[in-house]
């Protein structure tokens, strides 16, 4: 499975063929399909052990993050989530690298793994009456978010590190980006407002 890895993620999954395989690891191609029925099931392998990988490493950041203050535990998660998701090469992996298998399961996995326990912890911080907009709101923002910075050049234009970037993200996301003219950054940041439904009968003009 690592040297699949490596191959498939390297020259792409629909460019490798079990011949490749079979070379780079000196054995025949009837040794791989005794264990493995067919190079789609190979990959689905890999991936798995990939974003078991992903997984334990949230858990533990969500474990060692408990009892602090929820801003705090937010900024941790999606830190730990990006940088993950950075390692396995995820935004690369979710375009299919022209196969549409790999990006569907992609796109499952990912969404499994990181987003189902970001939509959680945003609808618990709504619950809890720490977050004023809509959770499902905040999750599309982030999600996007974080799927462009880690498919971006600025950490290189800005000379930062995904982890500052990630942070001034949460920050962005949680607390808004303007302040008041001789705000400080410690003060207390103004709370996002939230648009209500109009009545029923109250008519809207031009």
Known sequence: MEAAGRLFFGSGFARVSMDDLARELGMSKKTIYRHFPDKR???????????????????????????QP???RVQRFLIA??????RIGAPQLATGR??????????????????QRLDELFREGHQQGLLPAPPELLSEITRGALERLLMSELPRDLDWTAADLLRATVDTVLYGAIRPTGQGIDDEQPRAVVPTALDDEQEVGP
């Open 70 to 72: 929820f801003a705090v």
């Open 98 to 115: 022209g196969d549409a298998m790999l990006r569907q399961y992609v796109e499952q996995r990912v969404d499994a793994v990181v987003y």
């Open 81 to 86: 989530a990006g940088s993950e998701l950075g």
């Open 41 to 67: 099931s190979l990959l689905a392998a890999v991936l798995d052990r990939q974003f078991a990988t992903v997984e334990r490493t949230l858990v533990a950041a969500t474990e060692d993050a408990a009892g």
